[in-house]
């Protein structure tokens, strides 16, 4: 079975199935017998997206929204194939992304050009269309109805212009994708978590992403629902070690712009460095080849964003 957590409040976060276990969530929310998703994986998300429902023993007719946080495919190349699966189900995504769900040609160009074409194909396959009359804009503000409880969107840019969150009051609870940062399940410690801010490309902004982090907590959640990896918890302190940890980020880039073509291989060499000091400081055992390991991927998006950010002064 996969990773599933129920938290007693209408949420649970499951597997979505993407490259590896534990790394990427599903939320799913629940209320009065209504469902919305809260991002998608990969079109592979698909078969537990069903089972997830098959266990809360709801029907395909049940899922009124699927909410994208933004359109990375890690978080949104899913949304084609469950779209297809739930007839009644209406898309959710910022205005910026929108066109890009339903026309994903340039989306898939663009993350192409990151990984590579035998990447994308092999992790995503196809990225289906969603036809425009199902998509609603997520625009600041929008408030929509699940069951009993309501589900505000605001605009969270840092990590993409096209990021939003989801507040859920009813659970004192927001779903942040990728604005709150990355903590896997694997780094726990004595039931304390560690987090680490994600500075992929090609939309970072850091003066953004510190004031976007600001407003989440401005409306003092108990709990954020990430989707690398679910439930994290002492808001207060995480908030201190993502604006800290983000601080060194760009620190170590403006250390580096300056190195030519060995910027890259520098700053991440110093990137690693650090987070690996990090997690050992947070009391991490883990073997050093499997913590890179667990951060390959976040680490060379790290470095391509803090660079890409170098180069597109505001």
Same mark, same amino acid.
């Given at each position: 079975?996969?990773?599933?957590?129920?938290?007693?409040?209408?949420?649970?976060a499951?597997?979505?199935?993407? =490259?590896?276990?534990?790394?990427?969530?599903?939320?799913?929310?629940?209320?009065?017998?209504?469902?919305?998703?809260?991002?998608?994986?990969?079109?592979?998300?698909?078969?537990?997206?069903?089972?997830?429902?098959d266990?809360i023993?709801?029907?395909r007719?049940?899922?009124?929204?699927?909410?994208?946080?933004?359109i990375?495919?890690?978080?949104a190349?899913?949304?084609?194939?469950?779209?297809?699966?739930?007839?009644?189900?209406?898309? =959710?995504?910022?205005?910026?992304?929108?066109?890009?769900?339903?026309?994903?040609?340039?989306?898939v160009?663009?993350?192409?050009?990151?990984?590579?074409?035998?990447? =994308?194909? +092999?992790?995503?396959?196809?990225?289906?269309?969603?036809?425009?009359?199902?998509?609603?804009?997520?625009?600041?503000g929008?408030?929509?109805?699940?069951?009993?409880?309501?589900?505000?969107?605001?605009?969270?840019?840092?990590?993409?212009?096209?990021?939003?969150?989801?507040?859920?009051r009813?659970?004192?609870a927001?779903?942040?994708g990728?604005?709150?940062?990355?903590?896997?399940?694997?780094?726990?410690?004595?039931?304390?978590?560690?987090?680490?801010? +994600?500075?992929?490309?090609?939309?970072?902004?850091?003066?953004e992403?510190?004031?976007s982090?600001?407003?989440l907590?401005?409306?003092?959640?108990?709990?954020?629902?990430?989707?690398?990896?679910?439930?994290v918890?002492?808001?207060?302190?995480?908030?201190?070690d993502?604006?800290?940890?983000?601080?060194?980020?760009?620190?170590?880039?403006q250390?580096?712009?300056?190195?030519?073509e060995?910027r890259?291989?520098?700053?991440?060499q110093?990137?690693?460095?650090?987070?690996?000091?990090?997690?050992?400081?947070?009391?991490?055992?883990?073997p050093?080849?499997?913590i890179l390991?667990?951060?390959? +991927?976040?680490?060379?998006?790290?470095?391509?964003?803090?660079?890409?950010?170098?180069?597109?002064?505001?």
């Amino acid at each position: 079975m996969f990773d599933w957590r129920d938290y007693g409040n209408g949420i649970i976060a499951f597997d979505a199935g993407y =490259v590896r276990p534990i790394l990427a969530a599903i939320h799913m929310i629940v209320d009065n017998g209504r469902v919305a998703f809260v991002d998608t994986g990969s079109n592979d998300s698909l078969p537990n997206v069903i089972a997830a429902l098959d266990k809360i023993g709801l029907g395909r007719d049940a899922v009124d929204y699927v909410i994208l946080t933004h359109i990375h495919l890690d978080h949104a190349g899913g949304a084609g194939a469950l779209m297809r699966e739930f007839p009644n189900a209406k898309l =959710v995504v910022h205005p910026r992304g929108s066109r890009h769900m339903a026309e994903p040609s340039k989306l898939v160009a663009g993350v192409t050009a990151v990984y590579g074409k035998e990447y =994308v194909d +092999t992790v995503y396959g196809e990225i289906l269309p969603i036809a425009a009359e199902r998509i609603i804009d997520a625009h600041e503000g929008l408030t929509l109805q699940l069951g009993g409880r309501e589900l505000l969107m605001i605009d969270t840019p840092g990590h993409a212009k096209h990021h939003i969150c989801i507040i859920d009051r009813q659970a004192s609870a927001i779903f942040t994708g990728d604005m709150f940062g990355l903590s896997y399940r694997e780094f726990d410690v004595d039931g304390r978590q560690f987090i680490l801010p +994600t500075t992929s490309p090609s939309q970072f902004d850091p003066a953004e992403m510190r004031a976007s982090i600001d407003r989440l907590m401005s409306y003092q959640p108990s709990a954020m629902y990430l989707t690398h990896y679910a439930q994290v918890t002492d808001l207060p302190a995480k908030a201190v070690d993502l604006h800290r940890r983000l601080d060194r980020h760009i620190a170590i880039a403006q250390a580096h712009a300056n190195d030519g073509e060995k910027r890259h291989a520098a700053t991440k060499q110093d990137l690693t460095a650090y987070i690996l000091a990090e997690l050992r400081s947070h009391g991490c055992a883990l073997p050093e080849a499997t913590i890179l390991e667990i951060l390959a +991927t976040d680490l060379e998006l790290n470095v391509q964003g803090l660079t890409w950010w170098l180069d597109h002064p505001a």
